[in-house]
Each structure stands twice: as structure tokens, then as C-alpha cells.
């Protein structure tokens, strides 16, 4: 079934600290996207990033960065060198194109990350 | 640009009432969803549309309506409230890329929704 697990419920870290979110996802798709989404504690929904099953190059947009590695299913997000404005709920998600669906998103329960200055 | 608009942002109704979440978006996207979040549960897929006139059920239908008259407008109906609806709708556009969803979704702010 397609599936997207976030084991890590919280982190809480200190200013300045590196931390990565942990995603494993399950599908049975040969192409499919996966995503990462920020929600502030504002409450709304932040794009952060989308890649294609096809493209395993790791990618780096300033403090964040990202590891997806198909032979694990696992697409990684690492913050470096943390900043309170991090504080957020991250979200993992996976297009579900099987069966004929429609690429609809199945989203993981999402990692709670508490930065203390 | 107003990207998605949902209202309205916070509602309590009664057991048994019926109430329509309002959504619109105004970038001419094909495809347009409603995601409930409720807390440890991540967001999960009530119904979604890819295009006007085309609706389909997603993870957890039971409870809304919705329909698609307008690529603008995608209304989520609650015929008989529950308190089991209570949680947070996000109403959500996308365009399509051929016949795929890009996944590129752009949330409206959220409803939050209390069933009493």
C-alpha cells in the first residue's frame, strides 16, 4: 500500500544545531514524487520541495537539504545550523498515481521540530 | 494574488447541522482537494477534483459532499455534523500536469471546524 511514515513524533533542539527529519515511504508505483511541507505555527501550508523517483541527486536550497535514496525508500531532510524560525511541523508526502488514482498526495503524520534559542 | 481562499476560518456548529466550507482559488488549477488534520493523524484526503463536473472520493469521504460547477469553486458540504468532524480543512489547488496531478499543492489557510 502506499505509505509514508515519519517515526520521529518531536525533536527539540538548540539554536544552531544540525537535525534531520527521518521519511520512509511504501509504494508501489515506478514513477511517483515526493514532497516536504512546513506548517508554522501560524497554521498554513508551505511548499518546501518536490522530487521526481527518477532524480536520486541530493539537493541543497541554503541551511536545508535534502537525501533521497530509493534503495532505502527514504527521502531525508536535514536543517543546518538550526534557527528558531525552523520551530514547525514538517510533513512528508508521496503522489499516489496507483490504480488510476489521480497523484493525489498521502501525507506522513508529520515531525514536530522545537528550536530553543 | 489570492491564491486560495477558504471560509470561513472557524465555525462551531451543533450535532446535526449542516454547513458548507467555502473554496476558491483563483490560478485556473485543474485540480483542487480537501484534507482534514487532526492532531497525530497528518492530513488525510476527504475528496478531490480534477477538473469541473469531476469529483472523486479520497481516504475518508464518509460525512462530506462536495461538487465542482466552476474550475474556480470546490465547496465541501456537512449534511449532519458529527462531532467526529471536528478538526482542521484544508482546502487545497493544483495544476495538472497531462493527466498527472503535479503535486505542487497550494493551501488555502485553513477552517477550523467544532462540532459540539
Known amino acids: 500500500a502506499q505509505k509514508v511514515t515519519q517515526a520521529q513524533t518531536e525533536i527539540s533542539v538548540v539554536e544552531k544545531e544540525d537535525v534531520t527529519l527521518d521519511c520512509v515511504y511504501e509504494?508501489?508505483?515506478?514513477?511517483?514524487?515526493l514532497f516536504w511541507y512546513k506548517q508554522p505555527p501560524s497554521g498554513e501550508l508551505v511548499f518546501l520541495i518536490r522530487?521526481?523517483?527518477?532524480?536520486?541527486q541530493n539537493e541543497i536550497s541554503g541551511r536545508y537539504s535534502w537525501n533521497f535514496q530509493k534503495s532505502t525508500s527514504s527521502f531525508n531532510f536535514t536543517i543546518t545550523a538550526s534557527q528558531v524560525v525552523d520551530s514547525a511541523v514538517y510533513f512528508c508526502?508521496?503522489?499516489?498515481?496507483?490504480?488510476?488514482?489521480?497523484?493525489?498526495?498521502?501525507f506522513g503524520k508529520g515531525t514536530k521540530l522545537s528550536v530553543k534559542p | 494574488n489570492a491564491g486560495v481562499t477558504q471560509t470561513p476560518k472557524f465555525q462551531v456548529l451543533k450535532t446535526g447541522q449542516s454547513m458548507t466550507l467555502q473554496c476558491a482559488q483563483d490560478?485556473?488549477?485543474?485540480?483542487m482537494s480537501w484534507y482534514r488534520q487532526d492532531p497525530g493523524m497528518g492530513l488525510r484526503l476527504i475528496h478531490y477534483?480534477?477538473?469541473?463536473?469531476?469529483?472523486d472520493q479520497g481516504e475518508v469521504p464518509n460525512g462530506y459532499n462536495v461538487s465542482r460547477s466552476t474550475t474556480e469553486d470546490f465547496p465541501l458540504r456537512l449534511l449532519s455534523a458529527a462531532p467526529s468532524q471536528t478538526s482542521v480543512y484544508f482546502c487545497?489547488?493544483?495544476?495538472?500536469?497531462?493527466?498527472?496531478?503535479?503535486?505542487?499543492?497550494?493551501f488555502g489557510e485553513g477552517s477550523r471546524l467544532t462540532v459540539l
Open positions: 487545497a489547488s493544483s495544476p495538472i500536469l497531462g493527466t498527472a496531478n503535479t503535486g505542487e499543492l497550494f
Open positions: 509504494t508501489r508505483d515506478t514513477t511517483y514524487y
Open positions: 522530487r521526481n523517483s527518477f532524480d536520486e
Open positions: 508526502a508521496l503522489s499516489d498515481f496507483y490504480g488510476g488514482s489521480q497523484g493525489n498526495l498521502i
Open positions: 490560478m485556473n488549477h485543474e485540480y
Open positions: 477534483s480534477v477538473g469541473a463536473g469531476i469529483t
